[in-house]
């Protein structure tokens, strides 16, 4: 599957020389889409706990966090180098001095190689990057900024509070700095065409953008999505239509950007629709399966932008 396209497993244990795992952090951070800066509702399609543990709030620290994934993970992987990811929620919306103390105290644990944060485009400042680029001189650092969709109608429409030139001015901010840009995209965004997808990925692809997550929107109870998709106004897409795309959008973009995520990974207990999101393995093999069939690969109709 890894040669068709360039998987974040095969990249790092190309760079490290061994497996590496990611550890999934909640640093108790908040987002200006929920705090009333922007809004109070959020993106459309997220819940009250934004993919996250809610650790953080429970008295767990960062250190405990890490300390616990490292031990469950290694007995099953035997693995020894670790990535912390700062998942939840926008994990750069935080005076500086207060993200250089989330962030060293991570780091601060022999077995972490880096660090990849998840956050928005709109929440990173010239100090921000500075602390990263710093970080970047002696470990691997990512930083996931969410764009979910190239087009502003549908980040209007989903509540986002950013448009898609404010990725565009981020991304060129933070280049050059020793600093990996992952973009986050969502396909089966409410209103959007296969083709407008598509045009996401032209997008991303033109920007030089190191690697990409691609999820599929699924319905999560307790949203505004949720009461579209009760009340009839939003309907899913299909398993084998998810999966068309998919093969779509990795033929558009660069061969050597790096794929960090071809699905979601919904909670059982929280998901709404559709219920084929909770069989990752049947999507992934599906991709691979479609992939082979077309005789494709990532970046197999990329344009490079020569100039």
């Given at each position: 599957?890894?040669?068709?396209?360039?998987?974040?497993?095969?990249?790092l244990?190309?760079?490290?020389?061994?497996?590496?795992?990611?550890?999934?952090?909640?640093?108790g951070?908040?987002?200006?889409?929920?705090?009333?800066t922007?809004?109070?509702?959020?993106?459309?399609?997220?819940?009250?706990?934004?993919?996250?543990?809610?650790?953080?709030?429970?008295?767990?620290?960062?250190?405990?966090?890490?300390?616990?994934?490292?031990?469950?993970?290694?007995?099953?992987?035997?693995?020894?180098?670790?990535?912390?990811?700062?998942?939840?929620?926008?994990?750069?919306?935080?005076?500086?001095?207060?993200?250089?103390?989330?962030?060293?105290?991570?780091?601060?644990?022999?077995?972490?190689?880096?660090?990849?944060?998840?956050?928005?485009?709109?929440?990173?400042?010239?100090?921000?990057?500075?602390?990263?680029?710093?970080?970047?001189?002696?470990?691997?650092?990512?930083?996931?900024?969410?764009?979910?969709?190239?087009?502003?109608?549908?980040l209007?429409?989903?509540?986002?509070?950013?448009?898609?030139?404010?990725?565009?001015?981020?991304?060129?901010?933070?280049?050059?700095?020793g600093?990996?840009?992952?973009?986050?995209?969502?396909?089966?965004?409410?209103?959007?065409?296969?083709?407008?997808?598509?045009?996401?990925?032209?997008?991303?692809?033109?920007?030089?953008?190191?690697?990409?997550?691609?999820?599929?929107?699924?319905?999560?109870?307790?949203?505004?999505?949720?009461?579209?998709?009760?009340?009839?106004?939003?309907?899913?897409?299909?398993?084998n239509?998810?999966?068309?795309?998919?093969?779509?959008?990795?033929?558009?973009?660069?061969?050597?950007?790096?794929?960090?995520?071809?699905?979601?990974?919904?909670?059982?207990?929280?998901l709404?629709?559709?219920?084929?999101?909770?069989?990752?393995?049947?999507?992934?093999?599906?991709?691979?399966?479609?992939?082979?069939?077309?005789?494709?690969?990532?970046?197999?109709?990329?344009?490079?932008?020569?100039?």
């Amino acid at each position: 599957m890894s040669n068709r396209y360039h998987d974040l497993n095969t990249y790092l244990k190309q760079r490290y020389g061994e497996r590496v795992h990611k550890i999934s952090v909640d640093a108790g951070l908040n987002c200006p889409n929920r705090d009333g800066t922007l809004s109070r509702g959020g993106c459309i399609y997220c819940n009250t706990d934004g993919s996250g543990t809610g650790n953080f709030n429970k008295g767990i620290s960062i250190a405990e966090q890490i300390e616990a994934g490292i031990k469950a993970v290694s007995k099953r992987f035997h693995v020894k180098k670790f990535i912390a990811y700062f998942q939840s929620f926008t994990n750069t919306y935080a005076p500086v001095h207060q993200l250089k103390r989330i962030y060293e105290e991570a780091l601060s644990l022999d077995e972490i190689v880096g660090l990849s944060i998840g956050t928005r485009p709109d929440c990173v400042n010239e100090p921000v990057l500075r602390l990263l680029e710093e970080y970047s001189r002696k470990y691997m650092i990512w930083i996931e900024y969410g764009l979910q969709s190239a087009h502003d109608k549908t980040l209007l429409r989903i509540n986002r509070g950013h448009d898609a030139d404010c990725f565009k001015r981020t991304v060129i901010a933070t280049r050059n700095r020793g600093i990996q840009i992952c973009a986050h995209v969502i396909l089966g965004l409410p209103g959007e065409t296969r083709e407008e997808m598509l045009e996401t990925a032209k997008f991303i692809g033109g920007l030089h953008l190191d690697g990409v997550k691609i999820h599929l929107l699924y319905v999560i109870k307790n949203t505004l999505l949720d009461t579209q998709y009760q009340s009839g106004e939003y309907t899913c897409l299909e398993q084998n239509e998810y999966i068309q795309i998919v093969c779509d959008f990795l033929e558009l973009l660069p061969p050597e950007m790096v794929i960090q995520r071809l699905t979601g990974d919904p909670h059982p207990n929280e998901l709404v629709a559709p219920l084929w999101a909770l069989n990752k393995n049947q999507t992934l093999s599906g991709i691979k399966n479609e992939l082979e069939k077309r005789d494709s690969r990532q970046g197999k109709r990329y344009q490079r932008n020569l100039t």
